[in-house]
């Protein structure tokens, strides 16, 4: 079973930057599609941002395009998502996530990925 765990949260003042970590487990890391999501109190998980296996190909939610980066390590079976010029907004929960083999929704829909971490907290403060 995959596992996943996220590192990295914390509170920044508005304008600082976090880098999270996401370290797994299993053999498939390197053949899949990871994700990186966040919940904040009362709304809907919703996607930050994504990255190929290979690393070339990466999405970003409109929201934090041009701020925040993902990338991948597959020889450390890790995900990172550096965050840059963070916002009160950015404030969430963030989960990183790994894509199903069995794609039957887009890559922005949660309900692609089937393991997902414990999350981590990250808070913004103005």
């Known amino acids: 079973q995959v596992q996943l765990v996220e590192s990295g949260g914390g509170l920044v003042q508005a304008g600082g930057s976090l880098r999270l970590s996401c370290a797994t487990s299993?053999?498939?890391?390197?053949?899949?599609?990871m994700g990186w999501f966040r919940q904040a109190p009362g709304k809907e998980r919703e996607f930050v941002a994504a990255?190929?296996?290979?690393?070339?190909?990466?999405y970003y939610a409109n929201s934090v395009k041009g701020r925040f980066t993902i990338s991948r390590d597959n020889a450390k079976n890790t995900v990172y998502l550096q965050m840059n010029s963070l916002i009160p907004e950015d404030t969430a929960v963030y989960y990183c996530?790994?894509?199903?083999?069995?794609?039957?929704?887009?890559?922005?829909?949660?309900?692609?990925?089937?393991?997902w971490g414990q999350g981590t907290q990250v808070t913004v403060s103005s």
């Open positions: 299993g053999r498939t890391f390197s053949s899949t599609t």
């Open positions: 990255i190929a296996w290979s690393g070339d190909n990466t």
């Open positions: 996530a790994r894509r199903s083999p069995l794609v039957m929704y887009g890559l922005r829909d949660p309900r692609s990925y089937d393991s």
